[in-house]
């Protein structure tokens, strides 16, 4: 059975700190690995990374892939208030997406 | 900016009375997926959609679940009877890409479900 684990699974920070989230994962017929941002409505897509040693980055996100060591991290700098949400992370097969239990982020002013 | 269509946004019922809910995925994707996802939990594949056919309905419990997508637009997923254990937030998304689920999916804003 395909399995996503996220860690840590809550985080408290002060504005301007920056987190590391990780994820590692065992999916049979790996393809992807996806970020998702989940405030009190839809998942937003973050980022989707398919192949090893290679970041990504949008602003102050940035994640990375170890294939090898089938983790991903995903970062944030600078942190905001408006960066505080559940950050889920999901292994993707051909057949279908396995998401974490997300690791709920909270920024402090 | 198309996004994911979903109704009710919430929904109280009792335990034993029939519940549905309805996803309008974005206009040309043929790819359709309902999720169920539990407080604390991550969203959890109900039934994948191809158009009008299911692709994957593993984790669907049928003894009470129904999913259908007539025409291979828009679909209704729906509960009878519901249990307090259904209580959660049921998502819908979609995809233009088929049989690449690995891809980005589009997210509709869910349904939260209470039953008491």
């Known amino acids: 059975e395909d399995k996503v684990v996220q860690s840590p699974l809550s985080l408290v920070v002060h504005e301007g700190d920056t987190v590391t989230l990780n994820c590692s994962y065992e999916?049979?017929?790996?393809?992807?690995l996806l970020w998702y941002k989940q405030e009190k409505k839809a998942p937003t897509f973050l980022f989707m990374l398919?192949?090893?040693?290679i970041e990504k980055k949008s602003g102050r996100l940035s994640s990375i892939l170890d294939k090898k060591e089938l983790f991903s991290i995903l970062n944030i700098t600078a942190t905001q208030t408006g960066d505080s949400a559940i950050y889920l992370c999901?292994?993707?097969?051909?057949?279908?997406?396995?998401f974490g239990k997300g690791t709920l982020l909270t920024v402090n002013p | 900016e198309a996004e994911v269509a979903q109704s009710p946004r919430y929904k109280i019922t009792e335990k034993s009375q029939a519940v549905a809910f309805w996803c309008d995925p974005i206009?040309?994707?043929?790819?359709l997926y309902w999720y169920r996802q539990i407080l604390g939990q991550g969203p959890e594949l109900l039934v994948q959609?191809?158009?009008?056919?299911?692709?994957?309905d593993s984790q669907l419990p049928k003894d009470r679940f129904s999913a259908e997508r007539l025409k291979g637009v828009d679909s209704t997923l729906k509960i009878q009877p519901a249990e307090l254990g259904d209580s959660a937030m049921y998502l819908c998304?979609?995809?233009?890409?088929?049989?690449?689920?690995?891809?980005?999916?589009?997210f509709g804003p869910g349904t939260r479900l209470t039953v008491l």
């Open positions: 398919t192949s090893s040693g």
């Open positions: 999901a292994g993707g097969s051909n057949y279908k997406l396995t």
């Open positions: 998304a979609s995809s233009s890409i088929a049989g690449a689920a690995y891809n980005e999916q589009f």
């Open positions: 959609f191809q158009d009008e056919s299911v692709v994957d």
């Open positions: 206009s040309g994707h043929a790819t």
């Open positions: 999916v049979t017929n790996f393809r992807s």
